[in-house]
């Protein structure tokens, strides 16, 4: 258990809507890394918040959004769902704010987009 | 465009012999290496990392090689026991002009014969 909690743990929803995945992450840390995991694909990383702000941006899409709140827990936002956007996302969390520095993962939020 | 590649899908290894994981990359900007191994329905678990100005770190079982000039990394496992068999991911981080890079490889399924 890396201390990392994710809900739900599985969502189902038709395309053209949109969900809201959370995340809580370790006591302690401050940042909080998303990632998408497609079928047959690596890991992409989407985007981190360290301490309620930005801090680094990867191929999130436009429908995409998220944020971090004060009690540092973090939501992402996927509008207009398509089809593709089905897959594993993780949320991840580390003390500091550099990608680098050890992340522990959740469990993951498989999404199902029919 | 694949910046960040593993180009063995799968690998098969026997008990206490050694694992040979390799990733390469093709932009020089990237500073920090990662390996992740990840077990089925689980999140990734961070395994060791590699500054670029290091060519080899170690912990444990598990060592990293930096060969900066064929931008290539290799992750060794010795010995290699049967609960080291999952998915292997590398990871590459980066920034140059504000933009920041965080890519990851599409990963190596090891497996270990007992």
């Known amino acids: 258990d890396s201390g990392v909690t994710q809900t739900p743990k599985h969502l189902i929803t038709a395309t053209g809507q949109r969900v809201t995945l959370r995340c809580s992450p370790r006591?302690?840390?401050?940042?909080v890394y998303w990632y998408q995991q497609s079928l047959d694909q690596g890991l992409q990383f989407l985007i981190q918040?360290?301490?309620?702000?930005?801090?680094a941006k990867g191929n999130i899409l436009e429908r995409f959004s998220a944020q971090q709140f004060p009690d540092l827990h973090s939501e992402l936002n996927l509008s207009s769902l398509e089809l593709g956007d089905s897959a594993l996302y993780f949320c991840?969390?580390?003390?500091?704010?550099?990608?680098?520095?050890?992340?522990?993962f959740g469990p993951g939020t498989r999404l199902t987009v029919l | 465009d694949q910046q960040v590649k593993q180009n063995s899908p799968s690998l098969s290894v026997q008990e206490g012999r050694i694992s040979i994981l390799n990733c390469d990359y093709t932009?020089?900007?990237?500073?920090?290496f990662l390996w992740y191994k990840k077990y089925p329905a689980e999140g990734p678990t961070f395994l060791i990392s590699?500054?670029?100005?290091?060519d080899k770190n170690e912990d444990g079982r598990f060592t990293v090689f930096l060969n900066k000039s064929a931008k290539h990394l290799s992750l060794h496992i010795v010995p290699s026991q049967p609960g080291d068999s999952a998915v292997y991911f590398c990871?590459?981080?980066?920034?140059?002009?504000?933009?920041?890079?965080?890519?990851f490889g599409t990963g190596t399924r090891l497996k270990v014969l007992a």
């Open positions: 991840a969390s580390s003390v500091a704010q550099f990608i680098y520095n050890e992340q522990f």
């Open positions: 006591s302690g840390d401050l940042s």
């Open positions: 918040y360290y301490n309620g702000e930005e801090r």
């Open positions: 932009n020089s900007m990237f500073d920090y």
């Open positions: 590699i500054s670029s100005i290091k």
């Open positions: 990871a590459a981080s980066g920034s140059t002009s504000g933009t920041y890079k965080y890519i």
